[in-house]
């Protein structure tokens, strides 16, 4: 492989993170991630999301832990 794979990673990040995507891809980004700090700090940011967003739909989140959440997206961000 010459290609790093963050093109791929982050293409795919979102299908990845909803469990869309064959098991080749899956196994393809997941091995991408382990070795990619840039991809997998974004795949957690978009997990983080996902659940917030899962959690705000169930039930009314607490205006606590969306600013929780969103502190927590900037520090990984900041992290780059
Ligand atoms: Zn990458």
């Known amino acids: 492989m010459t290609d790093c794979g ?6 795919e990040l979102e299908e990845y993170l909803h469990n869309e995507l064959c098991r080749e891809d899956v196994a393809d980004i997941t091995e991408h991630m382990k070795s990619c700090d840039d991809c997998s700090a974004e795949a957690e940011v978009g997990r983080v999301l996902m659940q917030a967003i899962q959690r705000a739909c169930q039930e009314k989140a607490p ?3 969306r600013s929780h959440v969103l502190e927590r997206i900037r520090e990984v961000q900041s992290s780059h």
């Open 6 to 11: 963050c093109e791929k990673a982050k293409a």
């Open 63 to 65: 205006a606590d832990l």
